[in-house]
């Protein structure tokens, strides 16, 4: 149901048209919004005196004055951000803006009790921040993505299968005390899906991101938002069983996609069947583009099977553009190509007419740049905005 | 990238509460939309011009005064739907409240030439309207459902497998010199999981709705709205194929869902194999009711053959509900116990925790509720109201 607009439906109107845009003025934002200037003028003024926006230079004017341009103020706080994949983890800290200050990369172990982990987390995000000359009370937005199922709504981590111990984990509560910030949970690829739409494809409504890693998930977008799902396991496509296997999967099922051709599976593989010396997906990446033919072969095996499942899922859902990513999506011709011969020749003609299959070419960033996105876009909503500016919103109108 | 709100967007807001509500005051309509009252009360007047809708009636109000009560004016206009499956059609008229004023339910062969089919339909809604006691120039809206891909934003028929005739027609053109209307057009399918939407599961953000006749799709909700894909063609499951069957479709592909588990695809199984005297669907439908064991062995494989398809699909979308509809999906025991328990078995364990299927208990009528409920949202649309006030809004401020 449509409704007409509140205070803070305006102000995350008028905060996310400049924040779209490198500068704007207070005529082009009436014009933009179609809001009376009054009420631009008025609300512009909140904004201005809770610090969230700065006014700065001149733009031409119709008149002879030249008009201040309003651009969100980058010092107005921080977002830290913190990609946790299952063996490896991205976590920086950045301005209002999306500018990243600073950054860093490390192995982890995900399977292990969260306190441990997100205890790690806080200690280089401290680190981070005093690298980059900054404390913890400027902190405003805090994303951590995790390689498994999420209930967005409270950032609970719900029967992930690779990180037993974080089942019914509320991660935002470990952070509260900790930052005056909002803090977003949410599914690895699901924030890989959003950095690609962000980054490269804002214009497209319907994207699969598909990581081909250690495990295989997809991030989905429909309708320029992401689907998470009723219990935020959308996108779990590495179980998805293929009838005409039954190789054995680590989560206890077997026939699952992830156990044919998940970087983890294929490890095992080449090292029981072939002797190769082989131990993580990475591993397997490097064989392969090194040319030994072996490990080519299964990677050719593995695309095949990717290939039949998206034919399946393009039928279904009807994207406009597919990104492979994980390690294993650097293999171009051998893992795009197999991937691509299998979805044009087996999903309808219609969906696959416009489909395109790309390569991500944001590599280790997609979900760092997918959780500075989700953390601005949640904070700049009405909902996030009320908590931003806190007292400086008028009461609400009495009925 | 959000809005304020504009004249139409007000105007759609008003009449939506309007519309959802049985009656509404002028003050419950500025308290829920958080208006100012004198904007309300000004559009309340354009809307009241306009004859859209009418007062009537008194209210409690707070002071001595009774409140006039707002309603959607039923006589403001007509809104037509064709229904139109492969085999069968339903044709309403309706008020703009969705009230069904008559209908009709007549058999069809929809591979015909469209201008015959929609020749045949324009001669039904002339004399449905007759019946009815109205005429052609009060119908304001029109939904044509027909069983192929449509790309939704021009109303055209996109490589449908059924009807091959149609391929790249404009079905609103047909209609566009007969009718002061508004015209939709949209797959059946997507029709049928509107309508069990709207009736029964308003509040569920994410259902499909599985129909199962001569031919198998599936219509997709997600996030409350109808999911059509970049082409028009998503939900269109019947061509994923099995890897563990080689039966021959008539889509010219082979191990195709529907060659295994579609209600023409079994009825030609049953009479080539068995030598059962079943023609359609709905005579599976009959003869596995009364307890031929041919055929509920057969429906018992079909159901395991959709299990494995939604099971996958279960595990990408994570929806809350699936409705299985469509004649065969009559066969309560036969056929959905065995889409359950494949699906149960086969997705992801959290995806089950709270996903329900069920039987559409809406019948035939499924299809026409949801083209009659899509009219409605279409025409209270921004856009939609645009049109439908004409000469009655404002012109747009200047900028």
């Not at 905060?15 to 490198?22: E, F, K, P, V």
């Not at 996609?257 to 010396?277: D, I, M, S, Y």
């Not at 979900?367 to 009320?386: H, K």
Request: include cysteine; charge should be neutral; aromatic fraction near 4%.
């Amino acid at each position: 149901m449509a409704h007409a607009r509140s205070e803070p439906d305006t102000l995350s109107a008028l905060l996310r048209h400049i924040a779209a845009r490198s500068a704007v003025t207070r005529a082009t934002l009436a014009q933009q919004t179609q809001l009376a200037p009054s009420t631009v003028s008025q609300r512009v003024e909140v904004l201005l005196a809770a610090g969230l926006i700065v006014e700065d230079g001149t733009a031409p004017s119709r008149g002879g004055r030249r008009a201040l341009q309003l651009r969100l103020n980058p010092d107005a706080g921080l977002i830290l951000t913190a990609d946790l994949g299952a063996t490896r983890a991205m976590l920086a800290v950045s301005d209002l803006n999306g500018q990243r200050l600073t950054r860093t990369i490390a192995d982890v172990t995900i399977n292990q009790e969260p306190q441990q982990i997100l205890g790690w987390v806080d200690q280089r995000f401290g680190a981070l921040l005093a690298e980059a000359g900054r404390d913890a009370g400027q902190v405003r937005a805090i994303t951590i993505g995790v390689p498994g199922p999420v209930e967005f709504s409270t950032g609970t981590v719900v029967v992930p299968p690779l990180m037993r111990q974080w089942d019914g984990f509320p991660v935002p509560a470990y952070f509260e005390d900790r930052y005056p910030a909002q803090i977003f949970v949410d599914n690895d690829v699901n924030l890989m899906a959003l950095g690609e739409h962000q980054q490269h494809y804002p214009e497209v409504k319907h994207l699969l991101f598909v990581k081909i890693g250690t495990g295989i998930g997809c991030g989905i977008i429909i309708d320029g938002r992401p689907h998470r799902g009723v219990k935020g396991s959308a996108g779990d496509i590495g179980h998805i069983r293929l009838p005409d296997s039954d190789a054995q999967c680590w989560c206890s099922n077997s026939g699952c996609l992830e156990a044919v051709a998940g970087g983890r599976a294929l490890a095992e593989r080449l090292q029981k069947e072939h002797g190769c010396t082989v131990t993580n997906a990475r591993d397997v990446t490097r064989l392969a583009a090194e040319g030994d033919q072996r490990v080519v072969a299964e990677v050719r095996i593995a695309a095949r099977h990717v290939g039949i499942v998206l034919a399946a899922l393009v039928s279904f859902a009807n994207p406009e553009i597919i990104i492979i990513g994980g390690s294993l999506a650097q293999l171009d011709e051998t893992l795009l190509a197999g991937i691509r011969a299998v979805v044009y020749e087996r999903a309808l003609p219609l969906a696959t007419r416009s489909l395109h299959i790309e390569t991500s070419t944001l590599g280790e960033e997609a979900g760092t740049i997918g959780a500075i996105s989700l953390a601005q876009e949640q904070i700049l909503s009405p909902s996030g905005v009320t908590k931003l500016l806190g007292t400086h919103l008028r009461p609400p109108r009495l009925p």
